[in-house]
């Protein structure tokens, strides 16, 4: 990494520039919505919420502010503008305004969703992980027993990056666990840190968080924010069983590419690694001998996975109810791994308060009917009107693919998109359609953040460790991006319309 002094040179005076630019870009297009001639056929709350949505990707797109303090302001502005519009359904001569009153719930709506209580105790669980050192030692004990040769140690990051997956729902947090350890590797291997050896197994770590983030529901915050708007607009939920047979075929198809993609595009330097094993062992030896917690976290943490995994088929607790109890148990005194205070340190509110008001915004998008006027658009434009479930779930995806290239978070991406994904499906006239499916097909690329670092928190953390280039990444992840494209492809004609998910048997 570079050091305090030379960070600041280093960082070019457009990239200074971009979020002021950014900003000021945001505020006159939410004004110019705001104040143009009245939409026919939407309500002014809709067009009102047009601007806040205009206004938000332009924000997140040019990272103007940091994520949370844009949440807050997303929030505020839904309640001053939601303010002075008529109720929906009651204007001209007949309006009432809202007042700040109705429009509160617009705004904080999202803190309700159960999604977002899923996503506050996920967090727990990931400060949990990193309280007791658990995560490292799960990493540690898999890598011990890999061969001490190149693609083998590839194989191993992989293989921990999918166990981790399972346990540690954040994939932020799962990379932040596996770079200190691969960073140690280098050192004990005395592989150079800007060897293609180390640009591997780095880039690998960071791309299986991503690929994985499509199988697991729990493995991502941006999974929630699909679920979250399924179950407001469907009354619907889908189980955790049910979005790992839809996406883990497809995750791990796409780690096998992984791996030879990554293997064949940077071979490293040496094949053999000598002391290898020996290096990861004596870091597994400083760890100690498992502790009381680590047990007890294991324990809850294998319990947590039987009821997340069998839920709907044994029993009918649901992913969020469940983890609750879980994160109750670890906060208990006794038996519990932690205390309120320190499962404090580093908890990132941030999150979870962007979590929250990008389904309040989502939300407020489908209520102000914003979101179904947009949709009717993009189906007309389109010609999406009798399309078939193939043709709508492609398109859709291509412009998820395109799009995500400007947003850092795929939680972001997902409060803005989502709510225009549902009223597409829901505007459209192919007969049998699964609009629940296509949801969830059009969430796993979502995930498809491979192409650049910015793309994604975890690639942002693998980026900070100085052990590739921007080239490298962009190159191996254009080649992700393609093979998990055609992959897109063939499941969307064969696996999927087998299982019902694109259109109702």
Not at 361 to 389: C, D, H, R, Y
Request: glycine share 8%.
């Amino acid at each position: 990494m570079q050091s305090a002094s030379t960070a600041p040179q280093a960082t070019p005076a457009p990239a200074k520039l971009m979020p002021k630019i950014g900003l000021v870009a945001a505020f006159i297009v939410l004004l110019s919505i705001v104040f143009m001639p009245p939409i026919v056929g939407l309500p002014q709350a809709g067009q009102m919420m047009l601007g806040i949505l205009a206004f938000a990707v332009i924000v997140w797109m040019t990272e103007a502010l940091d994520y949370s303090v844009s949440a807050l302001l997303i929030g505020s502005l839904m309640i001053g503008l939601l303010a002075i519009s008529p109720v929906p359904g009651k204007e001209g001569a007949d309006a009432v305004m809202m007042g700040t009153k109705a429009a509160l719930p617009y705004a904080l709506g999202g803190f309700s969703n159960s999604a977002v209580v899923l996503v506050a105790a996920a967090c727990f669980i990931a400060a949990a992980m990193t309280a007791t050192r658990l995560d490292q030692r799960i990493a540690l004990q898999v890598l011990s027993y890999v061969p001490a040769r190149a693609n083998h140690v590839v194989m191993g990051a992989i293989l921990v990056g999918f166990l981790l997956s399972f346990i540690v729902p954040s994939a932020t947090a799962r990379v932040a666990c596996l770079m200190p350890i691969m960073l140690g590797f280098l050192t004990a291997f005395g592989a150079d840190r800007r060897s293609k050896f180390a640009a591997l197994v780095v880039i690998t770590a960071a791309q299986t968080a991503s690929v994985w983030n499509v199988g697991i529901k729990t493995a991502a915050a941006q999974n929630m924010v699909a679920i979250g708007f399924i179950e407001r607009q469907f009354g619907e939920t889908i189980t955790w069983g049910e979005w790992f047979v839809a996406g883990a075929p497809f995750s791990a198809c796409l780690t096998v590419l992984l791996y030879f993609i990554m293997t064949r595009m940077l071979k490293p330097e040496m094949d053999h690694i000598a002391g290898g094993r020996e290096a990861v062992r004596q870091q597994l030896q400083a760890l100690g001998k498992m502790t009381a917690n680590q047990w007890k976290l294991l324990v809850i943490t294998l319990v947590l996975l039987g009821f997340w995994a069998t839920e709907g088929v044994l029993h009918k607790v649901d992913t969020t109810s469940s983890t609750i109890v879980a994160v109750t148990l670890m906060l208990m005194p006794r038996i519990g791994i932690m205390s309120w205070k320190e499962s404090q340190k580093g908890f990132p509110w941030g999150t979870v308060v962007l979590f929250a008001v990008g389904i309040a915004m989502g939300s407020a998008l489908l209520k102000t009917q914003a979101a179904p006027w947009l949709a009717k658009q993009i189906v007309e434009n389109l010609g999406l009107v009798n399309a078939s479930a193939f043709a709508i779930l492609m398109l859709l995806s291509m412009f998820l693919i395109v799009i995500h290239l400007g947003f850092a978070s795929a939680t972001a991406l997902a409060s803005t998109m989502i709510p225009i994904v549902i009223s597409v499906l829901q505007v459209v006239e192919t007969p049998g359609i699964n609009a629940i499916g296509i949801t969830m097909l059009l969430q796993f690329v979502v995930s498809f953040g491979f192409i650049l670092p910015v793309n994604s928190p975890q690639g942002m953390l693998a980026y900070g460790t100085d052990t590739f280039t921007i080239k490298q990444y962009v190159k191996t992840g254009f080649v992700i991006t393609i093979a998990a494209t055609v992959l897109l492809v063939i499941f969307a004609l064969t696996y999927w319309p087998m299982m019902g998910y694109m259109t109702l048997k």
